[in-house]
């Protein structure tokens, strides 16, 4: 069990530019959440992958916001023309079916100037 | 929606003392699972405790122990013999038991926090 990882742990972006955050699960688990927190909050979920399927996306999710994970592995967050509101921490999870605990990585830091 | 409350931002507990920490929930659904996560400096959110709401009896992990009362719909987090190591940010969280309770059983629902400081 190396844990969850997530590349980068923090991200500094001009307001307009793209960015792309990737998660790598606990290799077994084959659910994947993304969460976003800001300062002062708890995280809230975004969206959520059995496999390779997204099964659900937060309405906090906007067009701006894309995730993927193909083959059921790891999985990317791409967030489109930053905006200064998206400066947060975004958390990947993951874990076995049924009701398993979720396992949380360090998160990615990101800061839009 | 479910909501989770925490109504303390900040808590202090001298070390070796115990410190209890709250947490309210609304929810119409029956069957759900409860969670208390810890969250250091470090940022990596760690599962402390979880409790299956058919279980009357409240789990307990080593110096972490909840008091769960369902009716009242309280989820507490009591920390025995609190040590430098406990200080972080403690998040209570809710989760559906299942699809068949009318909810999702993969969605945690977090509270905003509380801060807890450990003094030497």
């Known amino acids: 069990d190396t844990g969850v990882s997530q590349d980068p742990r923090h991200k500094i972006t001009k307001r307009g530019q793209n960015v792309t955050f990737r998660c790598d699960p606990i290799?077994?688990?084959?659910?994947l959440y993304w969460y976003r927190q800001t300062l002062g909050q708890g995280p809230e979920f975004l969206t959520y992958?059995?496999?390779?399927?997204?099964?659900?996306k937060s309405r906090l999710l906007s067009d701006r916001f894309s995730a993927e994970r193909p083959k059921g592995s790891f999985s990317t967050l791409e967030i489109q023309r930053t905006e200064q509101g998206d400066s947060a921490m975004y958390l990947c999870?993951?874990?076995?079916?049924?009701?398993?605990?979720?396992?949380f990585g360090n998160g990615t830091r990101l800061t839009v100037t | 929606a479910q909501t989770v409350t925490q109504s303390q931002p900040e808590m202090s507990v001298q070390e070796a003392e115990t410190v209890t920490l709250s947490c309210t929930y609304d929810?119409?659904?029956?069957?759900?699972?409860l969670f208390w996560y810890k969250q250091p400096p470090s940022r990596q959110m760690i599962l402390v405790i979880r409790?299956?709401?058919?279980?009357?009896q409240n789990a307990t992990e080593n110096r972490f122990s909840v008091n769960f009362q369902k009716a009242a719909k309280s989820f507490s987090l009591k920390i025995s013999d609190s040590q430098l190591g406990d200080a972080a940010m403690y998040f209570c969280?809710?989760?559906?038991?299942?699809?068949?309770?009318?909810?999702?059983?993969?969605?945690?629902?977090f509270g905003k926090g509380t801060l807890l400081t450990v003094n030497p």
């Open positions: 999870a993951s874990s076995r079916g049924g009701n398993s605990p979720l396992h």
């Open positions: 290799s077994e688990h084959n659910r």
């Open positions: 992958f059995q496999n390779e399927a997204q099964l659900e």
């Open positions: 929810t119409s659904e029956s069957d759900y699972y």
């Open positions: 409790q299956e709401a058919y279980k009357q």
């Open positions: 969280a809710y989760r559906s038991a299942g699809v068949g309770s009318g909810g999702s059983n993969y969605k945690l629902t």
